[in-house]
């Protein structure tokens, strides 16, 4: 694997690498392990960019494409179970899985 970008965010925990393979990885700085891979770029991925608050990157790839990734895990997390929760009403047995990403739902007697 080729890369053609490196940068670290800005609290030196994470490595953003664009490859020739059209893609952008994500790296953990102490262990070295693969975090995520972000596919979107249709060419090389040549330059990298994180947000001052570390929670988005921009990419530009030869494709003539500027892209924007969200990497707020909170905020993905909060949109993700916002979509799922007529499914967690049917199945709460799998509520859990969305804990303090919804509102507390109401009980019968009105409470929290």
């Known amino acids: ?5 490196l ?6 925990k994470t490595i953003a690498s664009g490859s020739e393979d059209k893609t952008i990885k994500l ?15 249709q060419a090389r991925v040549e330059s990298l960019i994180f947000s001052p608050d570390g929670k ?13 990734w969200v ?6 997390m909060t949109q993700g179970c916002d979509w799922l929760k007529a499914y967690l009403i049917t199945h ?3 509520r859990p899985l969305c ?3 919804l509102p507390a739902t109401s009980t019968a007697s009105g409470q929290k």
């Open 71 to 76: 990497w707020d895990f909170d905020l993905l």
């Open 7 to 12: 940068i670290f965010s800005p609290d030196g």
């Open 99 to 101: 804990q303090g990403y």
């Open 56 to 68: 988005t990157i921009s990419s530009v790839g030869w494709d003539s494409t500027i892209k924007l």
């Open 27 to 41: 790296w953990d700085v102490e262990t070295g392990e693969l975090l995520q891979t972000l596919q979107g770029h």
């Open 1 to 5: 694997m080729e890369f053609c970008s």
């Open 92 to 94: 709460p047995e799998q």
